[in-house]
């Protein structure tokens, strides 16, 4: 795994940056987000679409490691994303994400080793969560929340409208085998009450990061996704009680392989 890859698996933040406003790329990388998207999809204008990817194959000259989101596989613009991702070293974000064949389409297009990540935001892709994820070259899945709600037609800031497939693709990345997902963005920029809500129920669902689409976001999300001191605390108490061997509790709970496996991957989370 490179360690662009290994980034991407331990993120908790990833900050989305037009593609055709490169004076925000180096920006952005200050932001203090684990990882930045350079974005040649929706944040870009039909008639902006080959400055960005221009201004986006520069920026790569320099070498920065960062990852972009290519335009879908089903329109025009596609082939020539990755035509120009082909000549530079970068993860990709393949948006609509829903099927294997689709992701080796895109695999064989790139250096080999090109580390993916679905953008899960279909039904199509919410129900082939699992093999999505375990496809060859994919890294982490993220869960796009904006275009799913609009398949669906419903609001897709309401929690309970998306819960099923938000969970869908923490199943779908667990039977896969991969790191846990990343979850959408919140688009409600006019204060934190609503970027802290839709934080809480990601982690509550098994997210481990959030994708962001502005840097005043990224220290909230940083926080909520670092374990907290007690966390630790916790997890430590259990891998020393479960270290003396036999049967044994924490806080009045029995210990056993998944608790362990649990506090095991906190004190993972806190170490990256």
Known sequence: MTELAARIGHARSALFVPGDRPTRFPKALDSGADIVILDLEDAVAVEAKVSARAAVSSFLDTGAEVVVRINGTETDWCADDLAALAQHRCAVMVPKAHSVDQLRWVAARLPAGTALIPLIETARGVAAAASVCGAESVVRAAFGSVDLGAE???????????????????????????????????????????????????????????????????????????????ELHWAERVVTAAAAGGACTVDGKMVDKPVVDRALGLLARARR
């Open 152 to 230: 669906l037609g419903v609001d897709p800031d309401d929690h309970t409208a998306l819960q099923y497939a938000r969970s869908a693709v923490v199943l779908g990345s667990a039977v896969a085998g991969c790191a846990a997902p990343l979850d959408g963005v919140t688009t409600d920029l006019t204060g934190a009450a609503r970027l802290a809500a839709d934080v809480e129920q990601a982690a509550t669902l098994g997210f481990t990061g959030k994708m962001c689409i502005h840097p005043a976001q990224v220290d909230a999300v940083n926080q909520r996704f670092t374990p907290t001191d007690s």
